[in-house]
């Protein structure tokens, strides 16, 4: 059974950096795809981030040069580093086990940690 856990939300101020940690277990992780996507207040889900097992990468436009994702496989961990934050990150994220690099998302969903911005 998959299990995903974030960590490191809060509330920070616009402008303000946090990184984000997923712990996986249940899974190869190794040869699988990780994504992070986040739901604003009124929102659709959207799709944030994602890293292949090799560690390729694609962004939404939205956060393209701000944030980056990356991948630990000894420690079965994927990160999100977000600087120069905008009220407009503010959302619920979560992690995500994908089926392949892009924007879709798989079954596997953690609960979620809140990140808020202020302005």
């Known amino acids: 059974q998959v299990q995903l856990v974030e960590s490191g939300g809060g509330l920070v101020q616009a402008g303000g950096s946090l990184r984000l940690s997923c712990a996986a277990s249940?899974?190869?992780?190794?040869?699988?795809?990780m994504g992070w996507f986040r739901q604003g207040p009124g929102k659709e889900r959207e799709f944030v981030a994602s890293?292949?097992?090799?560690?390729?990468?694609i962004y939404a436009d939205s956060v393209k040069g701000r944030f980056t994702i990356s991948r630990d496989n000894a420690n079965h961990t994927v990160y999100l580093q977000m600087n120069s934050l905008k009220p407009e990150d503010t959302a619920i994220y979560s992690c995500?086990?994908?089926?392949?690099?892009?924007?879709?998302?798989?079954?596997?969903w953690g609960q979620g940690t809140q990140v808020t911005v202020s302005a």
């Open positions: 890293i292949s097992w090799s560690g390729r990468t």
């Open positions: 995500n086990v994908q089926p392949a690099l892009g924007t879709s998302s798989g079954a596997s």
């Open positions: 249940g899974l190869i992780f190794s040869s699988s795809v």
